[in-house]
C-alpha cells in the first residue's frame, strides 16, 4: 500500500485547506484511516480517525474546525480544516491501517500565519 497526501500549504489565520491522502490497493474500504500531525519539537499526534463504517472521531484541539471523510470509490481520505489556528502549524501525515499492515503517507506542510 501507498500513500500520497497532499493539499498543504500557507494560509491565514482562520482560513480553511482540505488535505487528501489517496491509497494504491484494493482493501482501502476496509480500512481504518487515520490524520496525524507533528509540529517541529513536538512528538507526533492523532488528528482524527476514520472507521471503514465511517465512525470518526477527532483529537480534542479540532473537533468542531475539522472534518474527517473517505470516498472509497477513489481510495482517498479527506480532512477538511477551518478556522485554522497557528498551532495547527504542522507536518500533516495520513495513516492507513489494514488486516497486515500500518502504512504511513510522506507528510505535507501545513503552516498557518498572517
Known amino acids: 500500500v501507498q500513500l500520497q497526501a497532499s493539499g498543504g500549504g500557507l494560509v491565514q489565520p482562520g482560513g480553511s485547506l482540505r488535505l487528501s491522502c489517496a491509497a494504491s490497493?484494493?482493501?482501502?474500504?476496509?480500512?481504518?484511516v487515520g490524520w496525524y500531525r507533528q509540529a517541529p519539537g513536538k512528538q507526533r499526534e492523532p488528528v482524527a480517525v476514520?472507521?471503514?463504517?465511517?465512525?470518526?472521531s477527532y483529537s480534542a484541539s479540532v473537533k468542531g474546525r475539522f472534518t474527517i471523510s473517505r470516498d472509497n470509490a477513489k481510495n482517498t481520505a479527506y480532512l477538511q480544516m477551518n478556522s485554522l489556528k497557528p498551532e495547527d502549524t504542522a507536518v500533516y501525515y495520513c495513516n492507513l491501517v489494514q488486516l497486515g499492515g500500518n502504512y504511513w503517507g510522506q507528510g505535507t506542510q501545513v503552516t498557518v500565519s498572517s
Open positions: 490497493g484494493s482493501l482501502f474500504s476496509r480500512s481504518v
Open positions: 476514520i472507521l471503514s463504517d465511517g465512525g470518526t
